[in-house]
């Protein structure tokens, strides 16, 4: 399988929890981007690494959010005490610099209770 | 500000032709993206337009005016698998999206 993976696609937690997401990008791909998409929204861009170094992080993302791409391969993204707010698709999505095109995983979906 | 607006919903008949607009306001532009989403799935790529004009693909075609901030995406002869929702988005370092426009499609 050649496309973007995502683990775990279902995550339950209660609120005060940390939560930790996996992303696989397409190996060639050295760009990656995280999203997160609530119900009868578009997709909000959390941040975007081009190999190891994260270029970018949203205004709106708090310091209970972190992500990581140690090696310019996989990437996490963390979330430490959940809130209810958190609740949401997370998206992760790649493309190489050349190239326009992202490809999109299938999304972890979270909720905290 | 960065604003990309599009309706909310739309719904068209099985076999028909529907035309999707996006407006967008944001502060750089390397592009405009159509993407397709199926509820509960990842949003597929559709169509990339950075110049001004009308790309087509297929039953698909999507056009933009950058002097306008306008981009449409047409779809033709309609299948009741176009159901989805439209995202439009703007590439400037990165990619901002629209809130999507949800078509019906009635048979």
């Known amino acids: 399988d050649t496309g973007v993976s995502q683990d775990p696609r279902h995550k339950i937690t209660k609120r005060g929890q940390n939560v930790t997401f996996r992303c696989d990008p397409i190996s060639e791909h050295n760009r990656l981007y995280w999203y997160r998409q609530t119900l009868g929204q578009g997709p909000e861009f959390l941040t975007y690494?081009?190999?190891?170094?994260?270029?970018?992080k949203s205004r709106l993302l708090s310091d209970r959010f972190s992500a990581e791409r140690p090696k310019g391969s996989f990437s996490t993204l963390e979330i430490q005490r959940t809130e209810q707010g958190d609740s949401a698709m997370y998206l992760c999505?790649?493309?190489?610099?050349?190239?326009?095109?992202?490809?999109f995983g299938p999304g972890t979906r979270l909720t905290v209770t | 500000g960065q604003n990309i607006d599009q309706p909310t919903e739309m719904t068209a008949t099985e076999g028909a032709i529907v035309q999707i607009n996006c407006t967008y306001q944001?502060?750089?532009?390397?592009?405009l993206f159509w993407y397709q989403q199926h509820a509960g799935e990842a949003p597929t790529f559709l169509s990339y337009n950075v110049l001004d004009g009308l790309e087509e693909k297929g039953r698909f075609s999507s056009f933009l005016s950058r002097s306008k901030g306008y981009s449409y995406l047409l779809l033709k002869e309609l299948q009741m698998k176009d159901s989805a929702s439209y995202l439009c988005a703007v590439r400037d370092d990165k990619i901002i999206f629209g809130k999507g426009t949800r078509l019906h499609i009635l048979p």
């Open positions: 690494f081009q190999n190891e170094a994260q270029l970018e």
């Open positions: 999505a790649s493309n190489a610099g050349s190239s326009y095109e992202q490809y």
């Open positions: 944001t502060s750089g532009f390397n592009g």
